[in-house]
Nanobody, 123 residues
């Protein structure tokens, strides 16, 4: 069983930055693919970014490329999402996700989910 706890959400003005963190309670964190999804009001949950075992490969939703960066610290069992140049359309609940599968494209089917953290970008 994997438990994921997000932090770092909040309210920010357009053009600003936030960094989300997700701490995972699992012994084999270095062998788990980690990712982020988001869900805006009235919309389906969508893939945002993911990073494979060892941090060698990362994948992004097209609309966040160049603005968001996913990274992981295996020593701390933590994955991060650095979000820069935020836009009002980035407003959503952001969910941390994990899977034992190694991914090779910008998609991910999570085995585990966090509880979500709200990100609100004002114009």
């Amino acid at each position: 069983q994997v438990q994921l706890v997000e932090s770092g959400g909040g309210l920010v003005q357009a053009g600003g930055s936030l960094r989300l963190s997700c701490a995972a309670s699992v012994r084999t964190f270095s062998r788990i693919t980690m990712g982020w999804f988001r869900q805006a009001p009235g919309k389906e949950r969508e893939f945002v970014a993911a990073i494979n075992w060892g941090g060698g490969n990362s994948y992004y939703l097209d609309s966040v490329k160049g603005r968001f960066t996913i990274s992981r610290d295996n020593a701390k069992n933590t994955v991060y999402l650095q979000m820069n140049s935020l836009k009002p359309e980035d407003t959503a609940v952001y969910y941390c996700a994990a899977t034992v599968r190694f991914i090779t494209t910008a998609t991910m089917t999570p085995d585990y989910w966090g509880q979500g953290t709200q990100v609100t970008v004002s114009s």
